[in-house]
């Protein structure tokens, strides 16, 4: 086998467990207590496709706005139980 066959299978490897986790972080998304987990799952996702693409010689954006979108979710999530505890004291 020649080192750029041993490379794209490594890198078929890498991809798929990128995308295996990036949909169990999604999914943790789903219930609050695992919530920054799957948030810290999926932003490491977003930084290893990020280094994937500048590898390639790409830079794209896209990574740093799925991250901000991932923040923000969580964060709007949280917002209404604390005005809910607020508003009942």
Same mark, same amino acid.
């Given at each position: $086998?020649s080192?750029?066959?041993i490379?794209a299978a &490594? @890198?078929a490897?890498?991809? /798929?467990?990128?995308?295996?986790v990036?949909? #169990?972080?999604a999914? $943790?998304?789903m219930? *609050?207590r695992?919530?920054w987990?799957?948030a #810290?799952a999926?932003l490491?996702?977003? /930084?290893?496709?990020?280094v994937?693409?500048a590898?390639?010689?790409? &830079?794209?954006? *896209?990574?740093?706005q799925y #991250?901000?979108s991932?923040l923000?979710i969580?964060?709007?999530d @949280?917002?209404?139980?604390? #005005?809910d505890? /607020?508003a009942?004291?």
């Amino acid at each position: $086998m020649s080192a750029a066959r041993i490379l794209a299978a &490594y @890198r078929a490897i890498f991809v /798929a467990l990128l995308a295996a986790v990036e949909i #169990a972080g999604a999914l $943790m998304l789903m219930w *609050r207590r695992t919530q920054w987990v799957g948030a #810290a799952a999926l932003l490491l996702v977003f /930084a290893g496709a990020q280094v994937l693409s500048a590898i390639e010689g790409e &830079y794209p954006t *896209r990574f740093l706005q799925y #991250a901000a979108s991932t923040l923000l979710i969580v964060l709007l999530d @949280r917002t209404p139980s604390q #005005a809910d505890t /607020a508003a009942s004291f």
